[in-house]
């Protein structure tokens, strides 16, 4: 294939805190009838919209959303003693002060760009972050989150009560209840663990078998499928040898925390779904093409983040460190892999393993992308890796803003589309677009590399250059 057609996009989204698991009345967006264009009504869509929305209830399922796991008091133990806190930045020397004091005292950064870094920290270990920061910076802070608005904003992201035959009264009263709105469908009013997410996944191909297909990108640490669905439409009654099929791979979830990102892709893949024979546009799309959706790559991690600890971030793997668990998936792909900076710490957010592709998920994800490219048919041509927390649409590549990828334009474009996409049809929600090697920017000229972006240093170079390689290995 031509590089030129490959495209690779990080999209991150609002962060889980603050955000429903998905638009709202994400099954109720009217969507055009197509009349007799394709003919008599295939089997599925005899199924009354309300006759879906009663199986999509799941209620059997929603017993075991693993919520008996979390009540109030484990999250107001767990999280209550924890601050967000927003830097101001205003020079170089002042953002690699932070970025060293972060690194020392093993912070949980959730942003940091050109003009601010957002870290989670706990109260007590405050002052001696301040202790370490020059005096500019002393005070060039405010909270994002304090008290226990932190453990509230976890209470607020498990499924609420209104959508739920669970009791509310099992939570602790020292939270209040969420005040959040039973509007839209059920599934998309709120996250839903792994155990809700496999059996719909189950359902959506058994209800849809003219085009979903339920599949497994790999195998997890602990031993999971990584779940995914094939949404399109193949060419029948044609006795040629069909063409490459030109697939689209959409992924969330690769940090177990960031759940907005996991049910993002499950609406789309509904959206795709629910579209075919009905909107023009949806049905044109999933006949040219083939999407496969995998809204949990590290499912382990996505377990752990539901069971155990909300914020945990990376997979369940063991490292050297017998109390530091975990890989930085995204960090894990060989393509210039930055796994140096972070080997001697498996303790860091951002942990990319002793070696390129010690992840296993990642190193899994990527077996089965080159078996299907080198022996299924498949071309794949475009790539989009979803994750939370601030509003950004990211390109490649992020490893050296020096280097510019294959037709780089058509990636700022299609970049700059998504967000126009996005402020229109969400009413001026502002998404920026960049190159994710920006955020290195301020540091690039005086020769020191500093990645404390979680967010955006690791997923879209590797991930996604990895990827190409494929692409151009197969067209060479
Ligand atoms: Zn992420």
């Known amino acids: 294939m031509r590089q030129a057609a490959f495209t690779v996009l990080s999209l991150l989204l609002l962060g889980p805190s603050l955000i429903h698991a998905a638009p709202h009345d994400a099954a109720h967006h009217a969507s055009t009838q197509l009349g007799t264009a394709h003919g008599s009504p295939r089997p599925w869509r005899r199924l009354s919209d309300a006759i879906i929305r009663k199986i999509w209830r799941l209620p059997e399922h929603q017993k075991s959303l693993g919520r008996e796991h979390v009540t109030g008091d484990h999250i107001v133990a767990q999280y209550s003693e924890d601050v967000v806190l927003r830097f101001k930045i205003r020079t170089v020397e002042e953002a690699s002060a932070l970025a060293d004091a972060a ?111 339920r599949i497994a990108v790999g195998k997890s640490y602990e031993g999971r499928d990584i779940p995914a669905l094939r949404v399109g439409v193949h060419p029948t009654n044609n006795d040629q040898p069909s063409e490459p099929r030109k697939t689209v791979i959409i992924t969330g979830g690769s940090h177990a925390r960031e759940w907005i990102s996991t049910s993002t892709v499950n609406y789309l893949a509904w959206s795709l779904i629910n579209g075919y024979g009905k909107d023009r546009e949806m049905t044109r799309l999933l006949e040219e093409f083939d999407f496969v959706l995998v809204p949990t790559l590290n499912p382990d991690g996505y377990m752990y983040s539901w069971e155990t600890d909300r914020l945990w971030r990376k997979n ?109 049809s969400r009413k001026g929600h502002a998404y920026k677009v960049t190159s994710a090697c920006e955020g290195n920017v301020a540091f690039a000229n005086k020769k020191k590399t500093i990645l404390p972006r979680i967010e955006s240093s690791g997923h879209t170079c590797q991930q996604a250059s990895w990827l190409a390689q494929l692409s151009s290995a197969r067209s060479a």
């Open 103 to 213: 690194d020392t005292l093993f912070l949980d950064v959730w942003e940091f760009n050109d003009d601010w870094a957002d870290l989670r920290i706990a109260k007590d270990v405050v002052p001696s972050l301040l202790g370490l920061l020059p005096p500019s910076l002393q005070k060039a802070h405010e909270p994002l989150m304090q008290d226990r608005e932190l453990a509230q904003a976890i209470f607020d992201s498990y499924p609420s009560p209104s959508t739920q035959s669970h009791e509310s009264d099992r939570f602790s009263p020292n939270l209040r209840p969420s005040h959040r709105t039973a509007k839209g469908h059920p599934f998309f009013q709120d996250y839903q663990p792994l155990s809700v997410i496999n059996p719909w996944m189950s359902l959506m191909s058994s209800m849809f078998t003219t085009h979903v297909r």
């Open 316 to 424: 369940r793997q063991p490292t050297s460190l017998r109390f530091c668990r975990g890989v930085d998936l995204d960090r894990s792909y060989p393509y210039k892999w930055n796994g140096d900076s972070t080997r001697s710490n498996p303790c860091s957010e951002s942990f990319a393993g002793d070696a390129p592709f010690d992840g296993v998920e990642a190193q899994r994800f990527a077996e089965w992308a080159r078996n299907e490219t080198e022996s299924n048919n498949v071309e794949i041509v475009g790539f989009l890796d979803l994750h939370s927390y601030s509003q950004q649409i990211l390109y490649p590549y992020s490893y050296s803003c020096d280097e510019e990828p294959p037709a780089i334009e058509d990636l700022e474009e299609l970049a700059l589309g998504l967000a126009k996409a996005i402020r229109v």
